[in-house]
C-alpha cells in the first residue's frame, strides 16, 4: 500500500496548480454537500438538546396537538396532576400556560406574550437580575428584550390585563404586578417580549380560575428509562390530553418539518452526483495523460494491482483533500444559513438548523471518500486492461 500511495501523491504533485483548481471546484460541491447533510438533521439534534435540558422526560399537551403548537388547552390540571402523581414512576407534574396579555407601563401600551409556570425546576429559565417569582405571589419575571426595550428593571410595576376584555366589554381592568426578576427563557424568539408569572395568577387574569387551564404538562420521572411505558399508560387512561417522549416530539417535528430534509436530500443529491463527475474527470483525464508512463511501468514489471490501486487512490485523496476543504467552506456557509432561517418569527433563539455534530460531519466525510473511490473504479480498470506494447508503440510514434 505504501508504494500505491507515493505514486499517488507523486502524480497527484506533478501538476500542483491544475489539480489545486481541481479540488477547489469540488471542495465548493463538498460544501453544499456537507450543509445538506446538516440540515437534514440540525434541527432535531437541537430540539433534542433544548428539551433535554429542560430536564422533563414526558410531555403532554391536547389531544392531537403538540405543545404550544395551537391555543388548545388542557383543563382541570389539578385533577390531571393529582391522578398523574398516583402513578409510581413519576415524580412531579409541572404546567405552563401560555397567552397574550395588554400591558402598561410608563404611560405606555403594548402586547406581550405571557407564561403562567407552575413548576418544581427552573429548567426552562435563567433568572439574571432580581429574584423567582413566588408560587402564590404576583411578581412577575421580564425577559431581557422587554427590560432593556422598555427600560424596566426589579421593583417596577406593570399593569396587565386581557385583550380580549376592552374588546367584548369596552373596557380595560388593570391588574398590578411587580417585577421581581429579569430572566432569560430557552425558547423566547429574538425581539419577544415575555413575562412570567405564577400560573394560579395568569389562570385568574385570563377569568379561567374555576376551568385550570394548561398549554402544556411537563412531567418528571423517577426513572427516566420507564419514559415510553408512562407515555403509553398517559394516552390510555386520559384521552383528552397527548403525551410525548422527547423521542416522540422529534419525530412529530419531523414529519411536519419534512419539506426541509427532502430539499436537503435533493440538493445533497445533485451536489453529490456533481463531486462524482468532477473526480471521475479529473481523474480519467489524469489516466489519459500518463498511458504511455503506465504501460512501460507495467513493461518493466509494476504490478497490475498496483496500477489499480494507485489510481483509486488518486480519486480518494482528490476526495480527501476537497472534503477538508469543504468543511471550512462549509462551516462559512452554513453560520450564514442558520442567521437567515433562525430569523423566521416565532422561532426560538436556542434552535439551529445547522450543528457541526461528529457524527454528521464524518458522514459527510465517508460519503465524499466513497464518492472519490467508485469515481476512481473506471480509469483504474481501464489502466489494467491497458495493452503494453501497442500503447509504448502508439506513445513512440
Known sequence: MKFPLFLALRNLLRHPSRNILYILGISITAALLLDMILLASGLSISITRVLTEMGYEVRASARGTL?????AQIKNFGYLKQELLKFPEIRAVDAMLGTTVAVRSNKETFTSF???????????????????????????????YLANEKKLRPGDTLHLWMPSQSQTSGGQETVPVRVVGIAYFYLDAEGQFTIATPLPFLQKLMLQESEQPVSAMLIKLKDPSRASQVVERVN??????????IDSVIQEVDRQLSYFKQFSYILGGISLVVTFVLV???TTISFHDRVGEIALLKAIGLSRKTVFVTILLEGMLTAIASAVLGAFLGKIVAIYLDRILT????????????????????????????????????????AIRLPVAETLREEIL
Open 67 to 71: 405543545p404550544f403548537e395551537t391555543e
Open 114 to 144: 405571557a407564561i403562567g409556570l407552575e413548576i418544581s425546576q427552573t429548567l426552562s429559565y435563567k433568572v439574571l437580575e432580581g429574584s423567582n417569582i413566588h408560587p402564590a405571589g404576583d411578581g412577575v419575571l421580564i425577559n431581557p
Open 236 to 245: 390510555v387512561q386520559f384521552p383528552q390530553i397527548t403525551a410525548y417522549t
Open 280 to 282: 471521475f474527470i479529473i
Open 343 to 382: 430569523s423566521a418569527p416565532g422561532l426560538p433563539e436556542e434552535f439551529s438548523f445547522f450543528i457541526f455534530d461528529p457524527a454528521s460531519v464524518l458522514q459527510g466525510f465517508l460519503v465524499l471518500l466513497f464518492t472519490g473511490f467508485f469515481a476512481g473504479i473506471y480509469p483504474a480498470a481501464a
